[in-house]
């Protein structure tokens, strides 16, 4: 009876001595098992840090420490996906420097002003304008080319009037005939030199637009051979559809 007591506890030891090696053996497979596994990680992280300065040495513990305990670091919940092909870069754009104000926009010069004259309009019309082609340097020569814009040109023409540097007023080409025809094409030619040097250098010209039918009556200056009076420049100006002034310097 003792020998079958001290048989069964004899195998009982042994049974729980097999029991208690096969635990440390698997317990041992397990901690050398994650101990690789975290080598093998650290390994990876370094492998990333050195293709890729940016890598944070704080992630490399984060991984390892993550990878102790089972779980992969791309996921919470322990499970281990593939890891997802990381889209590139986009290039940086180098910032431009600060905006310029645009610039203005070039406009030009009006036609009433050029190198040698000012155009001054004394009557203005809204269904007649002027287009100066040709107006002479002092001295130089004694027409005035140009265009009238409208309707019917072969309407209208012109009355031409120079002016002193004494104040003096003379009808041009004459007192008698002071009329300038306009083509059908609107161009005209204003001849105002017609007697002495003197008309080459005067330093304004007037062009009065008006209608066949307006005939001025001019009236001579008191005490000036020709010159036309003051009134009759009135009303040559109220008589006119048009009428522009041209100062040459």
């Known amino acids: ?138 001295g130089s020569s004694g027409i005035v080319k140009g265009t009238l814009r409208c309707a019917d040109p072969e309407k209208y023409r012109i009355i031409t009037v120079i002016e002193t540097e004494e104040g003096l007023s003379f009808t041009k080409p004459s007192l008698r005939n002071p009329f300038t025809e306009i083509k059908s094409s609107g161009e005209f030619e204003a001849t105002f030199y017609t007697d002495t040097q003197e008309d080459l250098y005067v330093p304004k010209i007037s062009l009065y637009f008006a209608s066949l039918d307006f005939v001025p009556a001019f009236e001579i200056e008191d005490g000036q051979e020709w010159a036309v009076s003051r009134d009759s420049l009135r009303e040559l100006e109220l008589g006119s559809d048009m009428a522009v002034r041209i100062k040459r310097r």
């Open 1 to 138: 009876m003792k020998k079958s007591i001290l048989l069964i506890a004899i195998l009982i030891f042994a049974l729980f001595a097999i029991l208690l090696f096969a635990l440390l053996y698997f317990a041992l497979s397990d901690e050398k098992e994650i101990v690789v596994k975290v080598v093998a990680e650290v390994q990876e992280v370094k492998e990333r840090s050195d293709s890729n300065p940016a890598v944070n040495p704080d992630e490399v513990a984060s991984d390892a420490s993550t990878a102790e305990a089972g779980a992969d670091p791309a996921d919470g919940n322990g499970f281990r996906e593939e890891e997802a092909p990381q889209a590139p870069e986009a290039p940086q754009v180098a910032e431009s420097p600060e905006a310029l104000p645009p610039k203005p926009l070039e406009t030009p010069e009006p036609q009433e002003i050029s190198e040698n004259y000012e155009l001054e309009v004394i009557k203005a019309s809204d269904s007649l304008s002027l287009e100066l082609s040709q107006v002479p340097d002092l």
